[in-house]
Nanobody, 127 residues
Framework: QVQLVESGGGLVQPGEALRLSCEVS????????IGWFRRTPGKEREGIAC????????RYSDSAKGRFTISGDNAKKTFTLQMDNLRPEDTGVYYC????????????????????WGQGTQVAVSS
């Protein structure tokens, strides 16, 4: 059984940074992509970053480019989201998720592609 567990959320001030972690247990076969999503107040869940487990290619949403960095440690089965220069509008629940493809295509930020989800971790950015 595949499980994803997020950690690292918390309360920070604007301009500060947080590092979220996603620990993956169980086996996923195929070309695996790991994504980070968030649900902010009043908005639908949105994809912000993803990475291909096998080759490390990444994709970012416009809101994440230049501030967030996704990376993975396959040996530790841990994927992180480094979030710098946080803003109040980044406040929300952050989720990691995974899916497997039969082709080595670049990961997608479309949430309906993802089969496995964590429970989420809360991020609050406030002065």
């Amino acid at each position: 059984q595949v499980q994803l567990v997020e950690s690292g959320g918390g309360l920070v001030q604007p301009g500060e940074a947080l590092r979220l972690s996603c620990e993956v247990s169980g086996s996923i076969y195929g070309y695996v992509s790991i994504g980070w999503f968030r649900r902010t107040p009043g908005k639908e869940r949105e994809g912000i970053a993803c990475t291909n487990r096998n080759d490390g290619r990444t994709r970012y949403s416009d809101s994440a480019k230049g501030r967030f960095t996704i990376s993975g440690d396959n040996a530790k089965k841990t994927f992180t989201l480094q979030m710098d220069n946080l803003r109040p509008e980044d406040t929300g629940v952050y989720y990691c998720a995974a899916y497997a493809s039969t082709t080595n295509e670049l990961c997608t930020l479309h949430l309906w592609m993802y089969d496995h989800w964590g429970q989420g971790t809360q991020v609050a950015v406030s002065s």
